[in-house]
Antibody, heavy 120, light 108 residues
Framework: QVQLVQSGAEVKKPGASVKVSCKAS????????MHWVRQAPGQGLEWMGT????????TYAQKFQGRVTMTRDTSTSTVYMELSSLRSEDTAVYYC?????????????WGQGTLVIVSS | EIVLTQSPGTLSLSPGERATLSCRAS???????LAWYQQKPGQAPRFLIY???SRAAGIPDRFSGSGSGTDFTLTISRLEPEDFAVYYC?????????FGQGTKLEIK
């Protein structure tokens, strides 16, 4: 069965960077795009971007362009999301989510979420 | 960017009643690539509906999706106690893959 296991909670100071991991199992890693979605406390879901684990190509939401980097390691079936120049507004739960199938880009499988707190 | 507007913001109903949640897009959603998710406090979103009207595996048939173009609806035919949660729509027809702001379904 598809499993996405994310790294643990992080506390960072403003201006720092954070790198969140998402380890996939139960399927052919390179075949399915992975997305990142975040949720600030008490707020809705916000799409951040996506990575093609096969070639590593990425598409980012304009809001995060220049601050976010999504990468993958095919040897460990892990994707990463690094967010730099952190500010308090980046405090949120960050989720990785896999598309349902190669033809359906809806987010069919979700990680458990990683809480990132940005505080001085 | 496609903006999705969900209504109402909060819906108060009783178990056994029918729930109708709306998601309106600022422009036509390509190929009706619209999904619905359910989220309970402290949990990751749960995938319910894709391609506007196809139910995900394991989702009870009391959940149904409909609509096309710019107007989409999630209907829960007879509410069960476990259905009270926040519901989000998302379009994945064009980047960025935007979400609606959510509808909170609460027990009346």
């Amino acid at each position: 069965q598809v499993q996405l296991v994310q790294s643990g909670a992080e506390v960072k100071k403003p201006g720092a960077s954070v790198k969140v991991s998402c380890k996939a199992s139960g399927y052919t890693f390179a075949s399915y795009y992975m997305h990142w979605v975040r949720q600030a406390p008490g707020q809705g879901l916000e799409w951040m971007g996506t990575i093609n684990p096969s070639g590593g190509s990425t598409t980012y939401a304009q809001k995060f362009q220049g601050r976010v980097t999504m990468t993958r390691d095919t040897s460990t079936s892990t994707v990463y999301m690094e967010l730099s120049s952190l500010r308090s507004e980046d405090t949120a739960v960050y989720y990785c989510a896999r598309v349902l199938t190669t033809a359906v880009a809806a987010l069919g499988f979700w990680g458990q979420g990683t809480l990132v707190i940005v505080s001085s | 960017e496609i903006v999705l507007t969900q209504s109402p913001g909060t819906l108060s109903l009783s178990p056994g009643e029918r729930a109708t949640l709306s998601c309106r897009a600022s422009q036509s959603v390509t190929s009706n690539y619209l999904a619905w998710y359910q989220q309970k406090p402290g949990q990751a979103p749960r995938f319910l509906i894709y391609d506007a009207s196809s139910r995900a595996a394991g989702i009870p048939d009391r959940f149904s999706g409909s609509g096309s173009g710019t107007d989409f609806t999630l209907t829960i035919s007879r509410l069960e106690p476990e259905d009270f949660a926040v519901y989000y729509c998302q379009q994945y027809g064009s980047s960025p893959y935007t979400f609606g702001q959510g509808t909170k379904l609460e027990i009346k």
